[in-house]
């Protein structure tokens, strides 16, 4: 199982940035996908999760209304788009895969893991 995150960069606070995780390796429309992030010294953290058919999501507080999390399982891909980008987004962000819609925010639950992508948003 391959998961290959891409898309990142460097963007100015308040801009938008669209970060995708192009999976292989497993049947991809069976698995909820999920962005996690890490920032320097500080623990990995659930960003969003979109169930497997697309029709359920879920945010963590501090993205919701500015992220939107897609995917189309044509393309064996999941989407992040960043908006309203700050500051304290910035991070190295993950896609990561597990079966069942549960324990969505618990990245110990997830099966597979890509390698991630930096995102940094300047002051």
């Known amino acids: 199982v391959q998961l290959q995150a891409s898309g990142g960069g460097l963007v100015q606070a308040g801009g938008s940035l669209r970060v995708s995780c192009a999976a292989s390796g497993l049947t991809f429309r069976n698995y909820v996908m999920g962005w996690f992030r890490q920032a320097p010294g500080k623990e990995r953290e659930f960003v969003a999760s979109?169930?497997?058919?697309?029709?359920?999501?879920d945010y963590a507080d501090s993205v919701k209304g500015r992220f939107i999390i897609s995917r189309d399982n044509g393309k064996n891909t999941v989407y992040l788009q960043m908006n309203s980008l700050k500051p304290e987004d910035t991070a190295v962000y993950y896609c990561?895969?597990?079966?069942?819609?549960?324990?969505?925010?618990?990245?110990?639950?997830?099966?597979?893991w890509g390698q991630g992508t930096q995102v940094t948003v300047s002051s």
């Open positions: 979109i169930s497997s058919g697309g029709g359920n999501t």
């Open positions: 990561a895969a597990r079966r069942l819609w549960q324990y969505l925010r618990d990245p110990r639950r997830y099966d597979y």
